[in-house]
């Protein structure tokens, strides 16, 4: 791995304007203020010291900037992935304008990702290009991907702006995309983190490079879980030792690229504790002893072929095999109902696309998938078990054309067909058969205009859906077979500008965006407190604005990177006109929310440092004092140096998190860690 | 006719009344002539995991809901209630509440003032008598708490059926329904345990007869009849093939007297009848069916309920009845949404809404203060 190197003047300079920064965030909430960090960071706002300084000290060799795109879309690449103090997808996500992670806490809690608040389950999840499902609740926990072996992490707002994708690329809202690096030579990378939590995270990774590139990774992680916490409320702090977070996992990865071909196999298996919100209790005999135990393998190939000059063809298959088991047992907590509950999915997906240029103004592309996911479910309760059984069919086709009637100008247009079969059974009742079927045509259009090298203006428009999950569908007892999809409809539009500025590369984005969601499944208590039932009961509007900018500049040994990002949104309940709560701010949704991080190389070191900033927001659609949760701001920090000896070389990484130790919940009741340091050792050959 | 019907179970509940106050103090009882009642306790279950129970407090003499009520009053000691109440009761000097996601009971003071809180599991519903407090649990397969309610320490425990819920003292003994809510088949394939009732020997705290009842899910309080002697209790059906119904059950004979085709998630006891209400959910029909009605158990007879469908109909997810001991005027909770705060509403017994009050999140339970 080469490493690039950032300067110390540029980063001295950083410790001022980030000296200030903490000065608001003491004051934090008001976005006056948080724009202002912003502006000091970028040196947008007037007589900025950050950089200023950098224009002074750094000429630069080379400029890079990015390309300006058809698709509102943001990138991390593998030195900013390697940079930003994180140990999992997550960490790098919440970087992205417009993003929320739902974040129980600690290093093993369910990490999700809401875009523009459309809801987690919008958000499609794909790993080297293959979207990855979860039929049984809709979720990707993104705390399960290491950022130590990818390559880059793309969020695209609606779909990716290529002729040559699966169906199921098109089939969400908006698109996360993880990117595994392909081995650059033959060698040995080993490391080990260790530091807060009680963790112990060895990795080890090993690549080829012959015709044939293959690597393959491995990493085992064991964290007790246990931080301190202060959850601040009116009159009352409670402080306390957050329990019941502890992790057990091993993941490994293997991956083989020989041309067009991609083959990637994953194996994940865990065991965790899954504390629960922190409520009024006398003592911790009844806090939460429930655990968790997740096993995922997949297999993945993907073929990408040239057929003469005008016809590309793009085979992929994917082979899944899920298994979670809950437990609750009140042999360890008295105050709990026995729960046993164990889940098997097993997901085979198939998918045939090519795309071939018509004429130098028309191209077009087609797609077609298969995806079979059988799910069964063993829920032991005190008394009894029963076993659903479930299966979907689904059936994906997608027709795009891209039409370029002149220069700079681009039309493109999907449609995507969808096709659904649901069985289920309770094996407990023969004949019990349940059917729904499914099927749905959806359009996205995208319009662009690219002015120069430097300026693209685009518009898009985009009508989705997410099909109920098995949960949705047949948890909650009975079966609600008559539930509906839940419809997402968005328009968006924006423009992404890049030039050289001076003697540093620089690229600023902004989107506008409007989206509704209707039929939003909701999950509602019937007339027992037992049982729960689910409906389409929702209606949210939201509208925002994004704003992304990015600097880079670098000359000989120094390098300096800074990206930042603004996000205004406001996403408002508009399910009943006669609610006293119509049009609240719906839950977790700040209005405003912002990152910056910079990073500085200088030789053989490397620093970063970022912020991240969530204003105020809402638990409840009743958005009363009461239900108010205040802003965050947190700093994070650290620092990486490698030393080359010999054929090998060394590395140290030192990664301070939530530097002045902000005492926050994301979700409610679920307080966050304060300040916590992991230490990173490595070496490689 | 009706008027003469009125006097005379009035007279018989002052006489109960008076009576039961004597060896066995039950639930605040009007004692004499006319009582005076000034308000109400109020409490709102909240959102599980949010710890957002509250308990408030109604004025009577002029209407007004004081909101974080016990919050106020226990400033700096503990800023927030807890977490998913289930039961309340006010009892001579102190006012009980049951914190399911607490895993508390709470004992405080008639002004608010926090006094104890004891630990018990999975905490469900509230009897008391004498210097004691009675808890049902879910808890270890299922069993009553007896506390002690100044001292603010356990007593002892006595084990039950399955999912305790309502309970009730007549005389010596304590009766708890063992609801077996959980030990019903929800998918419908019928493998339901029946719901049976405890009697326990408040002597010795121990169960001495169980005997079973015949209905399912018996998700219910345990109102005791004007007669003094039996009990009404609701069955929630399993949503599917079994539907709702409520029966009444004579501690007497132990025997079930009387059967309801409808359920009877909340009751109340006033002048002499019983005013029942319930809202019954089906998984067959994705609805939920708001019915009430009332019965007189000395005459076997059942009336129409006061308030009319078309006024029901306004309320969302109607949870609780209660009406005014003398002024006759019914209080119904509405739920609303489960996480947003709901509503209270105030009709007369002719059926005319008066009012509507906000209160916290899932209003649940009200608790008379009589003084």
Sequence with gaps: MKQTALPAAGSGSYISAFSKSRGLAEVAGAVGEILLVIFLHLGLGGPARAASALQDTVKASKIVYSRPAVIPSITLDSKVLRSIPSTSVA??????????IKDYGGLGGLKTVNVRSLGSQHVGVFYNGVKIVNAQNGQVDLGRYSLENLESVTLYQGQKADLLQTASDLASAAAVYMKTRTPERTGIKAGIRTGAFGTVNPSLYASYTGKVKISADASWLHTNGRYRFTLRQPGLDTSATRVNGQVKALRTELALSYEGLKVNAYLYNSSRGLPGPVVRRLSEQYDSKDCQWDRTAFIQGTWNKKLGSDLRLL????FTRDFCRYLQDPSKNASVVYIDNRYHQGCTFLSAAASWTISPIISAGLALDGQSSVFSATWENAFAATIPWAQRLSALGAAQILITPFEGWRLQSSLLYTRQRDKVEYSAVPGSVRRQNLSRLTPTVILSWQQSERLTIRGIYKEIFRSPTFNDLYYSIGGRTSLQPEFTRQGDLGFDFSAPLGQVGFSFGADGYISSVRDKIVAMPSASQF?????NYGKVRARGVEVNGALSARKNNLQLDMRLSYSYQDARDVTDKGSRWYKGLIP??????????????YKNLRACLSFLYTGTRYRNVANIEENRLKPWFTTDFSLAWQKKLGNASAGINLDINNLFDWQYEIVSRYPMPGRYVLVRFTIEY | MKNFRFIFYAAVVAFMAVACDKDNPVIPAPEGGDPDYHGFFFLNEGQMGHNNASLEYFNLSNHTMSSGWWTSRNYGIRSQFGDSGTDIMAYYDYVLVTLN?????????????????????ACRRIAASGDFAYVSSYANDGYVAKVHIEKGLLAGTCATGHEPEGLAIIGNKLYA???????????????????????????????VERVNLGIINAYSSLTIMPDGHSLFINSSGDYNGVAPKS?????????VTKEFPQGGTYSTVYRGELYVFDTAFSYETYTTEVSGFVYDIFTDTVFEFPIKAEALATITAPSGIWIH??????YIADKGDFTTPGQLFRFDLAGTLKEKYSTGVCPSLLAWDLR
């Design chain 1, 91 to 100: 960490d790098a996500i919440k970087y992205f304008s417009g993003v929320q």
């Design chain 1, 315 to 318: 085979l992929t298959g994917k």
């Design chain 1, 531 to 535: 049982r729960w039932t689910m409906k």
């Design chain 1, 588 to 601: 977790y949704s700040p209005r405003h929310s912002g990152s910056a991080t910079s990073i500085a190389g």
């Design chain 2, 101 to 121: 996601g607490s895993n508390l009971l709470e004992i405080c003071k008639r002004n608010g003032e926090h006094h104890k809180a004891v630990e018990i599991p």
């Design chain 2, 177 to 207: 329904l063992n609801s077996c809510g959980y030990h019903t088949d929800y998918s419908g394939n019928g493998n339901n345990e029946e719901a049976s009732i405890s009697v326990i020997d408040l002597n010795t705290f121990t169960e």
């Design chain 2, 247 to 255: 029966i009444i059950f004579d501690t007497a004979t132990l025997t």
């Design chain 2, 325 to 330: 001991p003398t002024e006759g005027e019914v």
